[in-house]
């Protein structure tokens, strides 16, 4: 049995630290907070500390804050923090933990997550370190995903762009191996998914399937979830200008797909998925953007331990 207070004070720094029955209580708990507005959160401050881009992730966290009754502080550009004067991440986090119950942070570094939750005693949730991982993103995509089809046991996720560096794909893959799922992955040489979660989809069994036919793959997908081409990680632009439009999804490519799969995308899209899709029935990524209030409302007041009432 999971229970509201097993999340109390926890650090979420990876979808690998959830269980199935944990996830599924979040999904659960998300559906509970998807209209609700209230001062659960009232006298309670959030830090966003946002060193990379962001619209949806920081948008969403603050717009959940701001409905739950509590404050948003933070910056999200780096250049305004005292980075730009030549502070560590782990000094500025040993700061904004006196002025905050709970800390947000998006950074350009792998683990940067990880080293912040080690110098902070308030809980820190990743929004993306990197192109490591993006947990929160992954809480959204199931939630979208058994919204949308109304299950999330045994279904073909079919992933598309780039998987080399999309963190959002990295967290979610791995994710699949508590639903039974079949993956099919598709993306240029030079982005394929890293070696490292190719290992860890074997160790789980979860069956993958690599190609560079989108058209045969989509044919029995029940999800197709696309990504953009990470221009900002490349070391090459070279690199990027050989491989940015390696995949278009059109209309054309989706009469060959089932008419009830799924449509996600993290966004933002660049040109992968054209716009004349977006009146598709399931294409789902302006839902799957909405969720994130949705799904942040619940993990915030599961973190800070004010879920219990509304749970009960
Ligand atoms: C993603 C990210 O930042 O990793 N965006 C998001 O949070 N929804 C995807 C991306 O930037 O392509």
């Known amino acids: 049995m999971v229970s509201p207070k097993d999340f109390v004070g926890r650090d979420v720094i990876t979808v690998g630290d959830f269980r199935r029955e944990e996830l599924l209580f979040l999904l659960d708990a998300a559906a509970r907070f998807e209209d609700l507005v209230g001062p659960l959160l009232a006298g309670r401050v959030v830090a966003t500390l946002f060193y990379e881009p962001s619209t949806r992730t920081r948008l969403s966290f603050e717009s959940a804050v701001g409905r739950l009754g509590g404050r948003a502080i933070g910056f999200a550009d780096a250049g305004v923090s005292s980075q ?185 899209r660049v040109n992968e998925i054209a716009p004349e899709v977006d009146a598709h029935p399931h294409a789902a990524y302006f839902r799957q953007a909405h969720y994130g209030v949705a799904v942040r409302k619940a993990l915030l007041a599961l973190l800070l331990d004010r879920a219990t009432e509304v749970l009960r």
């Open 84 to 268: 730009a004067k030549g502070e560590t991440l782990a000094d500025t986090v040993r700061v904004v933990e006196g002025y905050s119950d709970l800390i947000l942070l998006r950074h350009s570094a792998e683990g940067a997550a990880r080293l912040a939750a080690e110098f902070a005693r308030v809980p820190v949730v990743n929004c993306g370190d990197g192109a490591h991982q993006h947990p929160t993103q992954t809480l959204v995509d199931l939630y979208t995903v058994r919204r949308e089809l109304g299950r999330l046991d045994g279904l073909h996720f079919v992933f598309v762009g780039d998987l080399r560096y999309g963190r959002t794909v990295h967290s979610l893959v791995t994710t699949l191996a508590h639903f039974q799922a079949r993956v099919t992955l598709v993306s240029p040489p030079f982005l394929r998914l890293p070696a490292e979660q190719r290992a860890a989809l074997e160790t789980l069994k979860v069956p993958v399937r690599e190609t560079h036919e989108l058209a045969e793959a989509v044919r029995d997908a029940d999800v197709l979830y696309v990504t953009r081409i990470q221009r900002e990680r490349f070391a090459d632009p070279v690199e990027f200008e050989r491989v940015k439009d390696s995949y278009r999804v059109d209309n054309e490519l989706l009469s060959r797909a089932r008419p009830e799969v799924a449509i996600l995308h993290p966004l933002p």
